[in-house]
């Protein structure tokens, strides 16, 4: 008789995810909406390339439509970066391994590791454990994520700890060619006047270029503003969860590191950390959820030591200060 498949850990995932490659790649719920999202920039990146951009590049060079055929490539690949990445899923602990009873609703206070700062945590009841400082169970793909920022319905995808900064690179790239093809499509039309067209025959003859500059300009103004938001975000060391819950002034805010400049390399250059959750694991050979609480365990105790060093030093120092007044 055959052996049974073996069963990967992908196959009895509880969330909300859709896995492709036999769990290798990690997409959100509905992954169609990064496709519709691709082609929302490729077909007027088409118009623009085909009936736009030969017109300018004539008068301003072959950088044109360099610049054309290559910007589109580059937002719809960072679009899929960010749709197809692990965004910083969390296991899953049984209640045993987190300590038994219910802790539902509960907090506690925790160390900032940056910033040396207290933040609160609340408890996951669906995943078992204390949320580490800045995660969030995401209601929508029903996982804890780690640096959750939010989801994105034009993504598919929710956007954490491993695929922010692909979001923000798609996001910041769009914004760019938006403005590119908004300027090229304008500069088409003056060159239909300047070749002796009349305004209504230049505007007659441009119908593809108004098209294409008007779809640029709506996706510059959505784009950008979100791109100025992000831009906000990074600089304070927030996310968009933690903007819109707790609104942090710069002072009270315990992940701002008092520097504009370092909080955007936290975001920026820090190592992106590989995944959790081995989802193309077999279910046998995983361990990702006994690493994690072992990973919890380490925190805790440590957090435990280092208050209880605290503790130490004031009464020291409060035995100091008596001894000299005595």
């Given at each position: 008789?055959?052996?049974?498949?073996?069963?990967?850990?992908?196959?009895?995932?509880?969330?909300?995810?859709?896995?492709?490659?036999?769990?290798?790649?990690?997409?959100?719920?509905?992954?169609?909406?990064?496709?519709?999202?691709?082609?929302?920039?490729?077909?007027?990146?088409?118009?623009?390339?085909?009936?736009?951009?030969?017109?300018?590049?004539?008068?301003?060079g072959?950088?044109?439509?360099?610049?054309?055929?290559?910007?589109?490539?580059?937002?719809?690949?960072?679009?899929?970066?960010?749709?197809?990445?692990?965004?910083?899923?969390?296991?899953?602990l049984k209640?045993?391994?987190?300590?038994?009873?219910?802790?539902?609703?509960?907090?506690?206070?925790?160390?900032?590791?940056?910033?040396?700062?207290?933040?609160?945590?609340r408890?996951?009841?669906?995943?078992?454990?204390?949320?580490?400082?800045?995660?969030?169970?995401?209601?929508?793909?029903?996982?804890?994520?780690?640096?959750?920022d939010?989801?994105?319905?034009?993504?598919?995808?929710?956007?954490?700890?491993?695929?922010?900064?692909?979001?923000?690179?798609?996001?910041?790239?769009?914004?760019?060619?938006?403005?590119?093809?908004?300027?090229?499509?304008?500069?088409?039309?003056?060159?239909?006047?300047?070749?002796?067209?009349?305004?209504?025959?230049?505007?007659?003859?441009?119908?593809?270029?108004?098209?294409?500059?008007?779809?640029?300009?709506?996706?510059?103004?959505?784009?950008?503003?979100?791109?100025?938001?992000?831009?906000?975000?990074?600089?304070?060391?927030?996310?968009?969860?933690?903007?819109?819950?707790?609104?942090?002034?710069?002072?009270?805010?315990?992940?701002?590191?008092?520097?504009?400049?370092?909080?955007?390399?936290?975001?920026?250059?820090a190592?992106?950390?590989?995944?959790?959750?081995?989802?193309?694991?077999?279910?046998?050979?995983?361990?990702?959820?006994?690493?994690?609480?072992?990973?919890?365990?380490?925190?805790?105790?440590?957090?435990?030591?280092?208050a209880?060093?605290?503790?130490?030093?004031?009464?020291?120092?409060?035995?100091?200060?008596?001894?000299?007044?005595?």
């Amino acid at each position: 008789m055959a052996s049974p498949s073996p069963t990967y850990v992908h196959e009895r995932w509880p969330g909300n995810e859709t896995f492709f490659c036999n769990g290798a790649v990690v997409a959100g719920p509905r992954p169609r909406a990064a496709f519709a999202t691709a082609a929302l920039i490729t077909l007027p990146a088409v118009a623009h390339n085909v009936w736009v951009a030969p017109l300018v590049r004539a008068r301003y060079g072959l950088w044109i439509a360099v610049i054309s055929a290559l910007a589109p490539v580059f937002c719809v690949y960072w679009l899929f970066r960010t749709a197809f990445t692990d965004p910083g899923i969390l296991p899953r602990l049984k209640r045993a391994v987190a300590g038994g009873e219910s802790h539902r609703g509960k907090t506690k206070d925790v160390t900032v590791a940056s910033t040396g700062r207290l933040a609160r945590v609340r408890w996951n009841d669906t995943c078992g454990y204390y949320q580490p400082p800045r995660a969030h169970h995401c209601s929508v793909t029903n996982d804890c994520i780690e640096r959750f920022d939010h989801h994105c319905p034009w993504t598919g995808a929710t956007i954490g700890l491993r695929n922010y900064r692909a979001f923000l690179t798609f996001v910041t790239s769009s914004t760019c060619y938006a403005a590119f093809a908004t300027t090229t499509s304008a500069l088409h039309i003056h060159e239909r006047v300047r070749q002796g067209h009349g305004i209504g025959q230049a505007m007659e003859r441009s119908g593809v270029a108004i098209t294409v500059f008007l779809i640029a300009v709506f996706g510059f103004a959505f784009v950008g503003a979100l791109s100025c938001f992000h831009a906000y975000l990074v600089s304070t060391n927030q996310t968009t969860y933690e903007s819109f819950r707790d609104a942090y002034s710069w002072s009270a805010n315990p992940y701002n590191t008092g520097s504009v400049f370092r909080n955007c390399i936290e975001v920026w250059c820090a190592r992106i950390p590989p995944p959790k959750v081995r989802f193309n694991a077999r279910v046998e050979d995983d361990t990702s959820a006994e690493d994690f609480a072992r990973d919890i365990a380490r925190r805790d105790a440590e957090a435990e030591a280092e208050a209880e060093a605290k503790v130490k030093a004031e009464r020291k120092d409060g035995e100091f200060e008596l001894a000299e007044i005595v």
